[in-house]
């Protein structure tokens, strides 16, 4: 799912492209993709565009008279720049926004459409989609460890949980806690200032990091190929392949469809964490240390 990084990319992006230009039309090919009927989408037509932003991991383009366009895209959706008009793919087009100088082309791969689309009036409409959480770039260290300690979670839970901080998800996330060395479980009452200080860097490092990274591979182009699964991360679907910083092979927690991986050397002192499939079938069997994988 793209997440802070990527988002803040495909809004520069489409804001460069749409600023002050009429949205001529909405085509739309997912069935299950509009999600609201008031305002109906068509009063989005003739009204031209006055801003973008971003929304946790919603892309928001604010048109005339305060009438704002959100879209989701979820684990598999992705955003394309063609030409005017260009049609959309039978297979994987779930819609395209007409604009005078090209369109842009929203596409889901995979049999589960579970982007969406939201049209909403006023801020008082888009706020109504807000999960809540606060912008990790913008908060003090004091501030961000309120939110993170303010219930009980373990810290991955915590890092993505929508409603405590906006725009992480699972892939940033393993690359934070990589950063900072801490272990994807571990409970967030049973941390310290030093640990929560750690992660509040490692937090602003590797969004920033990867936001800039992001800009300049796209360059002038529109950013394509955008994927949770990047070469340059350094545990995140990296699973069994060697630590960039210490060699160790890197582990996995999997569960429902998705999973935590992590360097069990450089975040967890050593100790596998169980892995709720694996663990379950080999039980006894299911090694607790670094060693006794190796063994």
Request: net charge neutral; with cysteine.
């Amino acid at each position: 799912m793209p997440e802070l990084p990527d988002v803040t990319v495909y809004v520069e992006h489409v804001f460069r492209r749409t600023a002050g230009r009429q949205l001529e039309r909405v085509r739309v090919q997912g069935l299950n993709l509009l999600r609201t009927f008031d305002p109906p989408l068509e009063a989005a037509c003739g009204r031209t565009v006055r801003g973008a932003r971003r929304l946790g991991k919603r892309i928001v383009l604010e048109l005339d008279g305060g009438l704002f366009l959100v879209i989701h895209l979820m684990i598999a959706g992705r955003l394309h720049w063609k030409e005017r008009g260009a049609a959309l793919s039978r297979k994987v087009g779930l819609a395209a926004f007409d604009f005078p100088d090209g369109s842009l082309t929203l596409t889901e791969a995979g049999t589960k459409q579970r982007s969406g689309l939201w049209v909403v009036q006023g801020e008082e409409g888009l706020a109504a989609l807000d999960p809540g959480g606060l912008e990790p770039l913008e908060l003090s260290a004091a501030a961000f460890g309120a939110a993170l300690t303010r219930e009980n979670h373990t810290l991955k839970r915590g890092l993505t949980d929508p409603h405590i901080f906006s725009g992480i998800g699972n892939s940033y996330s393993d690359e934070i806690l990589h950063r900072a060395k801490l272990s994807p479980m571990v409970l967030t009452s049973k941390l310290d200032d030093e640990p929560i200080a750690r992660l509040y860097d490692a937090t602003r490092t590797v969004l920033v990091e990867w936001t800039e990274r992001l800009r300049e591979q796209a360059g002038d182009d529109f950013p394509e190929g955008v994927t949770a699964f990047r070469p340059e991360m350094a545990v995140h679907g990296k699973y069994g392949k060697p630590c960039p910083v210490c060699g160790t092979l890197v582990q996995r927690i999997v569960y429902a469809e998705n999973e935590t991986n992590y360097c069990p050397r450089c975040q967890t002192g050593g100790r596998l964490l169980a892995d709720r499939s694996l663990s379950r079938l080999l039980r006894a069997d299911w090694p607790k240390t670094i060693e006794e994988l190796e063994g």
